[in-house]
Nanobody, 126 residues
Framework: VQLQASGGGLVQAGGSLRLSCAAS????????VAWFRQAPGKEREFVAA????????YYADAVKGRFTISRDSAKNTVYLEMNSLKPDDTAVYYC????????????????????WGQGTQVTVSS
């Protein structure tokens, strides 16, 4: 299984980026998918997740209203649309997926996911 994250880059505060996560050897219909991020010197933190069984998205409070997670089943790709970016959003962003159900209360735990992408750098300048 491989998850390939892309779409990161350098953007000014207030700008937008769209991250993509393409899967091979795995279908995003088999379990939840999520985005996490890790800033220098900080722990990896939850950003957003898409729960397969109820098609509901879940967001960290820090990104709610600015970020949108979505899935294109035909392309087996998950996206993270990021708007109104802030310098605090600067981090390496990772997509994660799992082959099997994760209860909703555990979606925010990195350890719940079995598959991880390599990460894509997002830098927001002030």
């Amino acid at each position: 299984v491989q998850l390939q994250a892309s779409g990161g880059g350098l953007v000014q505060a207030g700008g937008s980026l769209r991250l993509s996560c393409a899967a091979s050897g795995h279908t995003f219909r088999s379990g939840p998918v999520a985005w996490f991020r890790q800033a220098p010197g900080k722990e990896r933190e939850f950003v957003a997740a898409f729960q397969v069984w109820n098609s509901n998205p879940y967001y960290a409070d820090a990104v709610k209203g600015r970020f949108t997670i979505s899935r294109d089943s035909a392309k087996n790709t998950v996206y993270l649309e990021m708007n109104s970016l802030k310098p605090d959003d600067t981090a390496v962003y990772y997509c994660a997926a799992n082959n099997g159900r994760i209860i909703t209360s555990s979606l925010r735990r990195a350890g719940a996911y079995g598959y991880w992408g390599q990460g894509t750098q997002v830098t927001v300048s002030s």
